[in-house]
């Protein structure tokens, strides 16, 4: 490829997301057009982009031949053009592909046009994004994080979902979405009553969004309802994204022994069933990579140069039913993450030469999470509440700490959301009830467009410690809307330099709220 003809941040200079597409030329997803032309409805994303290799992702209106050009210059002077990708019903219009044989560290421009099968001379105008590759050495590396999109009923209002616009503005390398990436299970109204007077008005609404998801289509749709936003658009256009998945993918706090038999919502009532669609579209709507082994697997690293490697779990999947969280013996039944899956991360976490291994988790660990809230009972995080030794799936994660400890692993830091607040957590053994692992730190954030709550009580199983907390007071209450800004991302730098690790947690308005610089540590 060529070589690139100007930098990453000059590529992008307005203050929104919306501003960054228009500005750089990347086309929007609606045109002006005659009606016979095939049209790209919800723009294009990247994700899980490495050095030599990402996912790109479109959709068009109708079966359609999608075309494929790469370059390293916006001019798509010298592209190389791939073979093309047909789009059909069964996939409900998506497209997907791995763009590979890329050069590290450089900007690429991938540009997509369609053509209607029916009519292969009805061509679409082209639809544009971009991503930068994986250094091969040290350098500067920033990306962003957050969870919870579009969640209680708060949709696209007529400021839309401001935190994407936000992230785009630190142009980030990516942007890492830690779980609860749609509300399948959150029904919206058009109108929402504000506490004190007022209302929240989803100026942006739907069908399928008025109802809970239960079929294949309802749960691509509520992707599709996110993707009407022009903040998500514009972030999506620029800077890829790095999936993950929590529960209300498919819905609220699901585990294998999920009833819905007394929930009127739902026609269907099998969670296995329901879960198997969700994950269909899942799959369908986001650029997570294909794993040949296990299909449809969420868990994942993605190697992003000498200096990061990103874990990515899966904290849903193979965890046994959600309970009361007292076993004294680690079973299929107490885990969380799974034999396989733990195997996986302690081998590849072993492997890893990356100065910094970020694990990313779709739920906090020390941060009690009630399967039933309102009578708060049962697990449906990793801690039980009972601020003792381990029991339940804390064994699960007690046997990774002392393994990461005992391996000589280091570096490593947690990164979540789920519980609708931002805050930073020491984990510190000597203030834990269990002991046998080295300390390190947890960073959580979100919602990025959904409801505010929390606190959440700590578990002192593993000795947590609250160095900072963003969340609504007594008086506020909970359930706060996107308009209150505690919206909250965080921000992660790490200096090519002297290696160092910056998180900053930020908050939809882009306010600093807490910054913390952590020295690696040096292999002897």
């Known amino acids: 490829m060529n070589k690139i003809s100007m930098t990453r941040r000059a590529f992008v200079t307005s203050a929104s997301a919306f501003s960054l597409v228009g500005a750089s030329g990347l086309a929007l997803p609606y045109y002006s057009r005659a009606s016979q032309r095939p049209a790209f409805t919800h723009g294009v994303q990247s994700g899980d982009v490495d050095a030599a290799s990402g ?29 093309p990708l047909d789009t059909s019903p069964a996939s409900d219009f998506t497209v997907k592909r791995l763009l590979t044989d890329l050069a590290a560290d450089q900007d ?4 997509m046009t369609a053509a209607d099968l029916a009519d292969i001379n009805a061509v679409s105008e082209p639809i544009v994004g971009r991503f930068r590759t994986a250094p091969a050495s040290k350098r500067d590396i920033r990306f962003a994080w957050s969870g919870d999109t579009a969640g209680q009923g708060w949709g696209i209002d007529e400021t839309g979902m401001k935190t994407y616009a936000t992230i785009g503005k630190h142009t980030p390398d990516f942007f890492l979405h830690s779980g609860d990436t749609i509300y399948a299970d959150g029904v919206m109204k058009d109108e929402v009553d504000l506490p004190g007077g007022g209302k929240w008005k989803n100026a942006v609404l739907i069908d399928e969004k008025r109802k809970v ?32 998945w929590d529960d209300h993918e498919v819905v609220n706090n699901w585990s294998d022994s999920k009833d819905l038999s007394s929930d009127d919502r739902y026609s269907e009532k099998s969670i296995h069933v329901l879960a198997a669609r969700a994950a269909r579209a899942f799959h369908e709507m986001t650029t997570i990579r294909y794993e040949p082994a296990e299909p449809g697997r969420v868990y994942r690293k993605i190697a992003y140069g000498p200096l990061l490697d990103v874990f990515f779990l899966d904290m849903r999947s193979y965890r046994g039913s959600n309970g009361p969280d007292m076993q004294d013996t680690m079973t299929p039944e107490s885990r969380m993450l799974g034999e396989q899956q733990t195997k996986w991360l302690k081998r590849e976490l072993a492997n890893s030469r990356a100065t910094w291994k970020i694990i990313a988790a779709d739920m906090p660990l020390g941060l009690v999470v009630w399967n039933d809230g309102t009578k708060k009972v049962g697990a449906e995080a990793v801690s039980n509440g009972d601020n003792g030794l ?9 046997d990774l700490l002392r393994y990461i400890k005992n391996a000589g692993i280091s570096n490593t830091v947690w990164l979540t ?3 609708h607040y931002t805050a930073a957590h020491y984990y510190n053994p000597e203030k834990a009830q269990f002991q046998d692992f080295n300390p390190f730190w947890e960073f959580v954030s979100g919602p990025i467009h959904a409801g505010t709550f929390g606190p959440n009580d700590f578990d002192m199983t593993f000795g947590p410690e609250l160095k900072f907390i963003k969340a609504p007071t007594a008086e506020q209450g909970q359930n706060l809307p996107p308009s209150a800004g505690l919206q909250f991302f965080g921000l992660v730098d790490i200096s090519g330099a002297t290696e160092q690790l910056t998180v900053r947690l930020m908050d939809r308005d882009d306010n600093e709220l807490y910054k913390v610089t952590l020295d690696p540590v040096r292999s002897a």
């Open 108 to 111: 690429i421009f991938y540009r």
């Open 417 to 419: 959301a789920d519980v």
């Open 390 to 398: 381990p029991k339940g799936r804390e064994l699960e994660i007690a």
């Open 55 to 83: 996912m790109v992702w479109t959709r068009t209106d109708r079966p359609a031949r999608v075309m494929f050009e790469v370059s390293s210059t916006e001019s798509f002077a010298n592209a190389t053009r791939l073979a």
């Open 213 to 244: 998801a239960q079929t294949l289509d309802e749960y691509r749709a509520q992707w599709k309802y996110n993707m009407m936003d022009r903040n998500v658009l514009g972030l999506s256009a620029i800077c890829p994204t790095f999936y993950q």
